[in-house]
């Protein structure tokens, strides 16, 4: 996908963003179709904005495939949010939502498709009473109203239009709940994706417009006819079934789907431990609290005696993604092991293991993509670094790599829609090129330093790089080496009591970084 | 992948996911499958209600509240019926039909499909009721005479050759006016 439209565009990168926009789409092209429904004729009423030709018959099947299209976004946002494993922990509440939130799409199709009370619309409506009428909750079995004994009532109509309006209230107030544990939600798609995907579902709805199936008789058995697959795809299956096997077995799936994750995530032990905060270190500079794309951090006031503010995590929000460690210049949070502190340590012992040549360009590879190099010691004959995430990468250990004389650092981080952790690449682009803190420094050399995305399956992608990386490193003048490289030691000044950056100037950007 | 083939790739692929879209959103499917043509029992009819009443022994109120003492108590039921459907010359249903509702007060329902293949049919129906116990016509029965004169009668019948096309349905009903089972449908005859 990335070869075809590349990262920015990839939409199986945007599915939960299609998602919303296939929604705003079924809004816009619902608000239409309401004004000519009539619950006394609903079949006919459809058949006449099906034949104003102008209007009518695209804008129903706009509606209709953009129905399709947030089934399909919406499964495959799942999927991928599950294969990433992004669906337990704090993210649990997004996935349970998630799950709510597909299965209110289907009951809203479902009720969409009975307005039509087409042959699909019956059988639909036929079926579902048949559940229902499985549950002892109702006076007088539902199917009644389907056997023929007298007209459908406009009742029923009535009050299956008011379950496809109001039931999109609900939806928005999923959608909330599934996006509120993130900062900076992405609802909307790029521009390019968001007009390529409506107008592309435009153009099939002009040239192939939805066909309104024969009408619904009661007296006859359903004819053969167009049904949806993504609305209607279980009717072979429950059909033959009883009802109570059917709630039995769809419980049984829901449950399923729900507890999957907890069941695929890693043992007790081998979690990632939630970031902490050193606060002697911690000068209240907030940037953490910016970075932060769960909102698991909190900027309170100090309680050791100095003046100002310190970041405090909320474990119960934290999902160890250490972007915090990334964002920390005085190297003072982040998850146990992988503060800044604890990279230089590492990448300290890897440079006093092997120092690399002038020549060597050293790979800093994303565990999660980046080709699957991160899980590599050496690549090509290049050494590689793994981090968690390359958001949690601190510009101090590219720092470090440059000045201990490596002739280049190449860092490939996963596409920043497909991060692992949402912002990875996000912030530690700017960090390394827009002077976002914690920013690489300016005295070290650009033209050393290169970051490229890649997602797990282009590793031909890293080699490309990495090669080009060499070309550029060998028409660099040699690389020289330093020893004696004390990074931690400017840190250490804000331990003893030099104050971050703070004021107006920083609160400008706590607007900027929240938007 | 640089133009052209990355524009004719993606072009390609988002045709073909569109396509699939449009060919999944209205596969051909037969939800009735193999079924050809369908007799439908369908009604809803009141239940015949009785009330069994007893005077209470002097013993019996002593032990009540002075508040609960009542001389007579009344249980009352509803009384099932049977349905027993006879299509040509076969046996296809015979079941009690017992009232809706937890505590068996609500009406009663009868919905049976029976699938024939098209053609004549000899369709033979009896629904009845068991008779009200001669030992409940107590006063308050009495009083509710007229509520079980709205119930279905004792027996309903209905013995009638009907004629189905393919894909037809006839409905077999309760007319609650004429107080007898009818034909409905475009196999009626």
């Known amino acids: ?515 | 992948m640089s133009w052209p083939r990355g524009w004719i790739g993606g072009g390609a692929l988002a045709v073909g996911v569109t396509l699939a879209l449009g060919w999944l959103s209205q596969v051909p499917y037969d939800a009735a499958r193999d079924v050809e043509a369908v007799v439908r029992l369908a009604w809803r009819t009141r239940a015949t209600q009785v009330e069994e009443c007893r005077r209470l022994t002097g013993a019996e109120l002593e032990r009540l509240p002075i508040h609960m003492r009542q001389e007579q108590v009344c249980e009352g039921r509803t009384l099932p019926y049977r349905l027993v459907v006879v299509l040509d010359g076969h046996t296809v249903v015979d079941q009690a039909v017992y009232p809706s509702g937890a505590r068996a007060d609500r009406p009663l329902y009868v919905y049976h499909e029976l699938q024939v293949r098209p053609g004549w049919h000899d369709v033979d129906i009896a629904f009845t009721r068991d008779p009200v116990p001669a030992d409940t016509a107590s006063q308050q029965e009495r009083e509710r005479l007229g509520e079980r004169e709205s119930a279905a009668p004792q027996r309903l019948t209905l013995a009638r050759r009907v004629m189905l096309g393919p894909d037809q349905i006839v409905l077999v009903t309760y007319d609650a006016e004429e107080r007898q089972l009818v034909l409905k449908g475009s196999g009626a005859p």
């Open chain 1, 1 to 515: 996908m990335n070869r075809l439209y590349g990262w920015r565009l990839n939409p199986l990168y945007h599915s939960g963003a299609l998602v919303v926009l296939t929604f705003v789409l079924l809004t816009v092209t619902g608000l239409y179709l309401v004004f000519f429904y009539r619950l006394g004729s609903p079949h006919a009423s459809i058949v006449r904005i099906t034949e104003q030709v102008w209007l009518g018959r695209w804008i129903r099947s706009l509606h209709r495939y953009a129905s399709d299209a947030a089934v399909v976004a919406a499964a495959i946002h799942a999927f991928r949010m599950f294969a990433q494993d992004r669906s337990w922990g704090p993210r649990a509440l997004a996935w349970v939502s998630g799950l709510l939130l597909l299965g209110l799409t289907l009951v809203l199709g479902w009720t969409g498709y009975v307005m039509v009370w087409d042959v699909q619309g019956i059988v639909l409506a036929r079926e579902g009473a048949r559940w229902l009428d499985a549950l002892p909750l109702f006076s007088e079995p539902i199917s009644r109203a389907f056997v023929g004994e007298r007209e459908v009532p406009s009742a029923f109509f009535f009050l299956n239009l008011f379950l496809h309006v109001a039931l999109p209230v609900g939806l928005g107030a999923l959608l909330w709940l599934h996006v509120s544990r993130v900062a900076r939600p992405g609802l909307l798609p790029p521009r390019g994706l968001l007009w390529g995907t409506t107008g592309i579902l435009l153009v099939l709805s002009i040239l192939w417009p939805a066909p309104a199936g024969t009408p619904a008789d009661l007296f006859r058995l359903p004819a053969r006819g167009p049904y949806d697959a993504f609305y209607a795809f279980w009717l072979p299956v429950t059909q033959g079934l009883p009802a109570a096997a059917t709630w039995v077995g769809g419980g049984i799936l829901g449950a399923v789907a729900v507890l999957a994750p907890w069941w695929s995530r890693p043992r007790v032990g081998q979690r990632p431990g939630p970031s902490v905060v050193d606060e002697r270190l911690c000068s209240g500079c907030e940037q953490c609290y910016l970075d932060c794309p769960y909102e698991a951090i909190a900027m309170v006031e100090r309680t050791d005696g100095r003046a100002g503010i310190v970041a405090r995590v909320d474990p119960a929000l934290c999902v160890s993604c250490g972007i915090c460690a990334g964002s920390c210049a005085p190297m003072g949070v982040g998850p146990p092991g992988r503060t800044g502190r604890d990279q230089l340590a590492q990448i300290r012992d890897v440079v006093a293991a092997r120092a690399p040549a002038p020549d060597d360009v050293v790979v800093v590879a994303c565990t999660h993509g980046a080709g699957g190099v991160g899980a590599e010691s050496t690549f090509d004959g290049a050494p590689v670094l793994a981090v968690d995430c390359a958001g949690s990468l601190h510009t101090s250990v590219v720092e470090y790599l440059v000045r201990s004389g490596a002739g280049g650092v190449l860092i490939v981080a996963c596409p920043p829609r497909d991060c692992q952790h949402r912002e990875g690449p996000k912030w530690l682009e700017q960090r390394l090129y827009h002077e976002r803190e914690a920013e690489l420094k300016d005295r070290v050399d650009r033209r050393r330093v290169r970051l490229i995305y890649a997602d797990l399956a282009e590793e031909g992608t890293v080699a490309a790089a990495l090669e080009r990386s060499r070309g550029e490193v060998a028409a660099l003048e040699r690389a020289r080496r330093e020893t004696d490289i004390a990074l931690e030691a400017e840190c250490d000044l804000v331990e003893q009591g030099t104050p971050g950056r703070q004021g107006p100037e920083r609160s400008h950007g706590l607007e900027e970084g929240r938007r």
